[in-house]
């Protein structure tokens, strides 16, 4: 993990290149081939990580553990739209050739269905054992991108960062290690740079985001390379590094990543003005975009699922059928379910348009009263995931103008 | 018997499973749970259960809990649920015949006599009601399980609940739910599938989009169903508007989110030819 002010250097088992020059961000910088890729994924095993990071499942590039780097989803890329996502070959044989899949860090970090306690009736009242949530191995995620860095930043402060840390995520996250990857082809519905967080891994945090990679990878590929820029920002990323082959970063290399920024910046067309966005949003309860999306809406809850800062869940307690014991269940929720704002007399969301006004606003304005931040990262899985195509982007941008006349 | 087991079976719950106008599917569904079988029959007193062979007191008792199965399609029908109601404490209904009137309701869209006509050769033996029609339809439901057939672990779960005294722990939300905790890949988005999962009640685990089809909607309307704003998904991904009525109409198809589908209005276009 990273430890600011921490001074990180990595000693390089070869001679020293005298014509590297090192990042002005202040990390240092080398440059790992393919086989590097696969030796870090396998070193990283070896010290007794679980490695997660990006494969081919169900017509998806879905996060699970991946066992060595012929894993990777090699030659794959994606092509994404609002409700629409195909994979898609690409011409060369990048690992990092897609851009972000349904599934998020999250999964890892608080998953879907977590057993909390498990509570026994006994002869003269009840034991209650709590589950403990500390996982096997630390998680080692492989190929993050900024915009899931900055969700994860969005998680351990609001899921541990309080008074009262969650357990769960406490425990799951400790230790991890991320290895970061620039975004070199965003897709459409793909807005990050409006939020600040992409398309590079880590390199548009602000001042007070600590959260950020433990090497962040870009990815090189033309006619002569296939290799990676490795920024090494971290202790626990440097000790890794160490035990690679790799060679120092020169002029040429940070060139090529910077073309690769340049390339992925120019890809993003999607824009959200930001500008005071919190305010217009809250200031139009009554705007008719509000009934129009809720015709289209079909409170299906994917888009909250797939987010990867939301993190409602709900308790089930589910009691056997002796009666004897019951285990108490955490799950993952979504505003767009009646439960989740179920009061006495009945759900305080209890319309599509109240669920959808609610998550929006949460997301967009209420977040910033609450956390001081923005819920969005502009990662676009909410509208490429949205069996209804209704495009987060589109809706805020239509909900912060005046209404047009005689709609 | 010791006298403590005695006394514990004596204050075990009467449970009565009943059947209407259905496939017996759903009753099959107790029978199936082979490993908790055992667990049931001594938690409860099976007192009426004639599928499994339970004659008991011949439905003639009270009961604590009954499970009903099918939907009312007879005049007869219509005598013995207000019976059923009357010698249970709770009632729970199983399956979409008895919760919305099942497959057989395709039947409330024509006329009965020409079926009659039809299927029997001696059409004037037979006795049938207009319309199939759901059990709450004519007495008052504690809950409805849903489900063609219905999910075992849901059934459990509906008996351990109404035995021990607690709201079972079944949400009404949407299928879409369900692929998301197992960690499946939306269909629909990733392969163009079309799919009813996003405004089909959960239960069944998302069975079919885990094997990459779409929903079918077996367990009926989601609590919020938007069933107009599925069809244009179903449209866009290449159904025409008899398949879209076709996949409307199934065993939840008296239900009262798609009864009424396609809704009689002027299409959302305007367009006329």
Same mark, same amino acid.
Request: charged share 10%; no cysteine; glycine share 24%.
């Given at each position: 993990m990273l430890s600011t002010g921490d001074d990180i250097t990595v000693n390089h088992p070869e001679e020293h290149d005298s014509e590297s020059d090192d990042d002005p961000s202040g990390s240092s910088a080398v440059v790992l081939g393919l086989d590097g890729l696969a030796a870090l994924i396998a070193a990283l095993w070896d010290r007794g990580y679980r490695v997660v990071g990006p494969t081919v499942r169900d017509s998806a590039i879905v996060l699970d553990e991946l066992l060595t780097a012929d894993s990777l989803p090699i030659g794959w890329g994606d092509e994404q739209a609002p409700g629409h996502y195909r994979l898609r070959r690409r011409e060369d044989q990048a690992r990092f050739g897609y851009v972000v899949g349904p599934q998020s860090p999250r999964q890892e970090l608080s998953p879907q269905k977590v057993a909390l306690v498990k509570i026994r009736r006994t002869a003269d009242g009840f034991d209650a054992d709590a589950v403990d949530p500390t996982p096997a191995a630390p998680i080692a995620f492989i190929g993050l991108r900024g915009c899931e860095l900055a969700a994860m930043g969005i998680h351990d402060r609001v899921m541990i960062g309080g008074a009262h840390p969650d357990p769960v995520q406490s425990a799951r996250g400790a230790d991890r290690f991320v290895v970061g990857v620039d975004c070199g082809d965003p897709a459409a519905t793909c807005f990050c740079t409006s939020m600040g967080t992409g398309p590079t891994a880590g390199a548009e945090m602000g001042p007070d985001n600590t959260e950020t990679a433990d090497l962040r990878l870009c990815e090189l590929i033309d006619d002569d390379r296939h290799d990676f820029l490795c920024h090494v920002t971290s202790k626990a990323g440097a000790e890794v590094m160490e035990t690679l082959e790799h060679r120092p970063a020169n002029t040429a290399d940070h060139l090529a990543a910077q073309e690769v920024r340049h390339r992925a910046v120019q890809c993003i067309e999607k824009h959200l003005d930001t500008d005071g966005l919190a305010d217009r949003l809250m200031a139009v309860p009554d705007h008719p975009r509000w009934d129009e999306v809720a015709e289209r809406c079909l409170s299906c809850t994917n888009c909250t699922l797939v987010c990867p800062t939301c993190f409602c869940s709900t308790i089930d307690d589910v009691g056997d059928l002796a009666g004897e014991m019951t285990t108490r269940t955490r799950v993952w929720d979504s505003c767009f379910t009646l439960d989740h704002s179920y009061l006495h007399g009945g759900a305080v969301h209890a319309t599509t348009r109240s669920q959808y006004h609610q998550w929006l606003t949460h997301k967009l304005s209420t977040w910033w009263d609450q956390f001081g931040e923005s819920g969005c990262v502009g990662c676009g899985r909410c509208t490429t995931w949205c069996p209804a195509g209704i495009d987060l982007v589109e809706e805020a941008t239509a909900l912060s103008r005046a209404p047009e006349i005689n709609r | 018997m010791t006298p403590a087991s005695t006394e514990l079976a004596q204050e075990r719950p009467r449970v009565a499973v009943w059947k209407f106008s259905s496939c017996d599917g759903c009753q099959l569904t107790l029978l199936d749970c082979e490993d908790e079988l055992l667990t049931v029959a001594e938690r409860v007193e099976l007192a009426y259960f004639l599928e499994a062979g339970a004659v008991g007191d011949g439905g003639k008792g009270l009961y604590d809990l009954s499970l009903v199965e099918g939907s009312i399609t007879t005049p007869g029908d219509l005598d013995r649920i207000q019976d059923v109601r009357r010698r249970s404490t709770r009632l729970v209904t199983i399956g979409a015949c008895a919760s %919305?009137?099942?497959?057989? %309701?395709?039947?409330n869209f024509t006329e009965v006599e020409q079926f009659l006509g039809i299927v029997y050769a001696q059409p004037q033996f037979i006795s049938t009601l207009e319309e199939s029609t759901a059990i709450s339809d004519h007495v008052e439901v504690d809950f409805e399980l849903r489900g063609c057939p219905i999910d075992k672990n849901q059934l459990l779960e509906v008996i351990a609940a109404f035995t021990n005294g607690r709201p079972p722990a079944i949400p009404g939300h949407s299928v879409c739910v369900e692929c998301k905790l197992r960690g499946n890949v939306c269909v629909t988005v990733a392969q163009g599938v079309p799919c009813l999962g996003p405004v089909t009640h959960a239960g069944c685990g998302a069975l079919c989009p885990t094997y990459h089809r779409g929903c079918y909607g077996c367990f009926g309307p989601s609590e919020t169903a938007n069933v107009a704003g599925v069809a244009v998904e179903l449209r866009r991904h290449g159904m025409d508007e008899h398949e879209i009525e076709l996949a409307m109409h199934t065993f939840n198809t008296w239900s009262p989110e798609l009864r009424d589908y396609p809704p009689s209005a002027p299409t959302p276009t305007g367009e006329q030819p």
């Open positions: - | %919305a009137g099942g497959i057989q %309701a395709l039947r």
